[in-house]
């Protein structure tokens, strides 16, 4: 059965940092191309970053564009996302996602099947 497992989350002040963890169970991490997505009340779910199977390749918002940094341990089927310099706008449930996603289309929400239940992200003063 696969599962993905999101934490890490939490309240925090604006300009502070989290690292949210993804770690996977019930198959091979280094399978998939892992995506991170949220969404805000009201909003549509949104995709923040991805990163490919091997880890050479990953892509970002441009929102999160040299504030956050997805990485993977393919050894602990484990995927982070550092989130550094956080602001209001990114207060929001995030959620990580695994699929056989092609690179160039890896940070759409519709590429993937296989979804985890979610971390808040709350950044308030």
């Known amino acids: 059965q696969l599962q993905l497992v999101e934490s890490g989350g939490g309240l925090v002040q604006p300009g502070g940092s989290l690292r949210l963890s993804c770690v996977a169970s019930?198959?091979?991490?280094?399978?998939?191309?892992i995506g991170w997505f949220r969404q805000a009340p009201g909003k549509e779910r949104e995709g923040v970053s991805c990163?490919?199977?091997?880890?050479?390749?990953?892509k970002y918002a441009d929102s999160v564009k040299g504030r956050f940094t997805i990485s993977r341990d393919n050894a602990k089927n484990t995927v982070y996302l550092q989130m550094n310099s956080l602001k209001p706008e990114d207060t929001a449930i995030y959620y990580c996602?695994?699929?056989?996603?092609?690179?160039?289309?890896?940070?759409?929400?519709?590429?993937?099947?296989?979804w985890g239940q979610g971390t808040q992200v709350t950044v308030s003063s």
């Open positions: 019930g198959f091979a991490l280094d399978y998939f191309g």
């Open positions: 990163i490919s199977r091997g880890g050479g390749g990953t």
């Open positions: 996602a695994a699929d056989t996603v092609l690179f160039r289309q890896c940070i759409l929400v519709n590429e993937y099947d296989y």
